[in-house]
């Protein structure tokens, strides 16, 4: 089992352009999770889904979109990025939605000139 | 909403015992979780409390008490490897699913 998968791992943009942050898991969770981390901030949520075929905002969505493309696969989308938007981007995936226990990616560090 | 506290930073010498606090502020409470993140490297998983009391697992503890909104992580016999901050987080509440963690604490191990 790969756990929780995450491309790219690195990504340099310029302010305006757009990208999509992919995320996949294999161990039939329910809920995913994206999250972005900033210096002394710990993680922050930024949209969340809850099932297969639901998603809701968590507590920074601005500037962001996502897809919960099927069970495995949950992408975040940043249509026009901007230089605040530099971060440290996470997926994570849990059976349910209580915090009892997520499963994190590796991990995707976006600079944003 | 909610709200966590911790410490920013935490240091000890190999072989001690350390206690990270956290306090939280929610008013629906399902469970108080901890994590582990090294530098450059993604968070897992430690412990889960969702009641009152001790949870032990090897090196690791987790305490919780849910009338004083408090819980701690100890961690025992330290090593090295042990250096890297840890994150407390809470479920949200009313229903939302919502979790919220803390800044986190950078545990320091000296040799």
């Known amino acids: 089992n790969a756990g929780v998968t995450q491309t790219p791992k690195f990504q340099v943009l310029k302010t305006g352009q757009s990208m999509t942050l992919q995320c996949a898991q294999d161990?039939?969770?329910?809920?995913m999770y994206w999250y972005r981390q900033d210096p002394g901030m710990g993680l922050r949520l930024i949209y969340y889904?809850?099932?297969?075929?639901?998603?809701d905002k968590g507590e920074v969505p601005n500037g962001y979109n996502v897809s919960r493309l099927n069970k495995r696969e949950f992408s975040l989308r940043l249509e026009s990025a901007a230089p605040s938007q530099t971060s440290v981007y996470f997926c994570?995936?849990?059976?349910?939605?209580?915090?009892?226990?997520?499963?994190f990616g590796p991990g995707t560090r976006l600079t944003v000139l | 909403g909610q709200s966590l506290e911790q410490p920013s930073e935490v240091t000890a010498v190999e072989g001690a015992i350390v206690q990270i606090n956290c306090t939280y502020q929610t008013s629906g409470f399902y469970g108080l979780s901890w994590y582990q993140q090294h530098d450059g490297g993604a968070p897992t998983f430690l412990s889960y409390?969702?009641?009152?009391g001790l949870e032990e697992t090897g090196r690791f503890s987790s305490f919780l008490s849910r009338s004083d909104s408090y819980g701690y992580l100890l961690l025992q016999e330290l090593q090295m490897k042990d250096s890297a901050s840890y994150f407390c987080a809470v479920r949200g509440s009313g229903g939302s699913y919502i979790p919220t963690f803390g800044r986190g604490t950078s545990l320091i191990v000296h040799p």
């Open positions: 994570a995936s849990s059976e349910d939605v209580p915090v009892g226990e997520q499963f």
């Open positions: 889904s809850a099932s297969e075929g639901t998603t």
């Open positions: 161990m039939n969770h329910n809920s």
């Open positions: 409390n969702a009641l009152d």
